[in-house]
């Protein structure tokens, strides 16, 4: 049974992967309607930023983080960020 901080953090982590999701999708309509290549490479990168930053907290609340999990999280927010840069100056 969930105690109470895991059910907050799960809403939570919800929300923020609800929010995320949508702006994802913004960014990737707008690709869809203007064709320009850096909004693809954008979305990708909130992508990977997004389920980056989530990863650590839906492991912790399934009871199976471990230091390889938060190790891959840590890349994968260091590919969105630099997916998002690549984006922004190329």
């Known amino acids: 049974m969930y105690d109470y901080y895991q ?7 919800a929300i923020y992967l609800l929010i995320g999701g949508g702006f994802i999708i913004y960014i990737y309509d707008s ?17 990977f930023l997004i389920i980056g930053a989530a990863l650590p907290i839906l492991s912790y609340t399934a009871a199976i983080i471990d230091k390889s999990t938060v190790v891959i ?18």
């Open 7 to 13: 059910l907050l953090t799960l809403t939570l982590t």
């Open 31 to 47: 690709y869809k309607r203007t064709k320009q290549i850096f909004m693809l490479y954008l979305a990708v990168g909130f992508f």
């Open 73 to 90: 999280a840590i890349l994968l927010q260091i590919a969105g960020l630099s997916t998002i840069f690549y984006s922004i100056v190329k």
